[in-house]
């Protein structure tokens, strides 16, 4: 298995400008995870999908932030607008009913 | 305040040493996690912990759950610079949730 493929690995975007970033979990899995990681915060769990559902998006900042799951093989998490604080390495995971979690190689974003 | 304390936050260490990192917490977990973050990758699971008092050995690395299950530890014996990284410790908080610490950054020199 690919593990859990992330795209792109870096994104560099201008404040105010939509940014999507994107997961493909390891098959089979039915739990995805969106993490974000800064120096200050350290790993931050944003939102929570189980079989495709999102359960839990209380760690979402605001709402500029908005992801969806519209199948088992895919993910996004979109910022719009992007601001210069949201500027992290943003993590997707997966797991099989929520044991052993695999992370993928993490998306640098930097908004100036 | 973060519900895991890692300590400490930074270690250098010549490549054959031994070293420790804590992972504390004044709750109680039915399972510990830690991970090990490479610069550029997302952390990878090491190892899990579930009884109180367990000793867990991957090769030169020892991992232990306190008795209480409030906190952990990790030993790495004759440290190589293939083991520089970020330690992460993490532990569930409820079904699907986990909270991580802060982290301990460890740098073998050759």
């Known amino acids: 298995d690919a593990g859990v493929i992330q795209s792109p690995r870096h994104e560099v975007t201008e404040m105010g400008q939509e940014v999507t970033l994107r997961c493909k979990p390891i098959?089979?899995?039915?739990?995805l995870f969106w993490y974000r990681q800064t120096m200050m915060r350290g790993l931050e769990l944003l939102i929570y999908?189980?079989?495709?559902?999102?359960?839990?998006d209380s760690g979402m900042p605001e709402d500029r932030f908005s992801a969806k799951m519209p199948n088992a093989s895919f993910s996004t998490l979109k910022i719009q607008p992007s601001e210069p604080r949201d500027s992290a390495v943003y993590f997707c995971?997966?797991?099989?009913?929520?044991?052993?979690?695999?992370f993928g190689s993490g998306t640098r974003l930097t908004v100036v | 305040t973060q519900l895991l304390e890692q300590s400490p936050q930074f270690l250098s260490i010549q490549e054959g040493e031994n070293l420790t990192v804590y992972c504390n917490s004044s709750?109680?977990?039915?399972?510990l996690q830690w991970y090990r973050q490479e610069p550029g990758e997302g952390p990878v699971l090491l190892v899990t912990?579930?009884?109180?008092?367990e000793v867990k050995k991957l090769k030169r690395l020892t991992f232990q759950f306190g008795d209480a299950r409030k906190d952990s530890s990790l030993h790495i014996t004759a440290a190589q610079p293939g083991d520089t990284g970020l330690y992460l410790c993490?532990?569930?908080?409820?079904?699907?949730?986990?909270?991580f610490g802060a982290g301990t950054t460890v740098t073998v020199r050759a």
């Open positions: 995971a997966s797991s099989l009913n929520s044991e052993a979690y695999t």
């Open positions: 098959s089979g899995h039915n739990s």
């Open positions: 999908f189980n079989n495709n559902v999102p359960i839990d």
């Open positions: 709750s109680v977990f039915s399972s």
């Open positions: 912990v579930v009884t109180g008092g």
């Open positions: 993490a532990a569930g908080i409820n079904d699907y949730k986990l909270s």
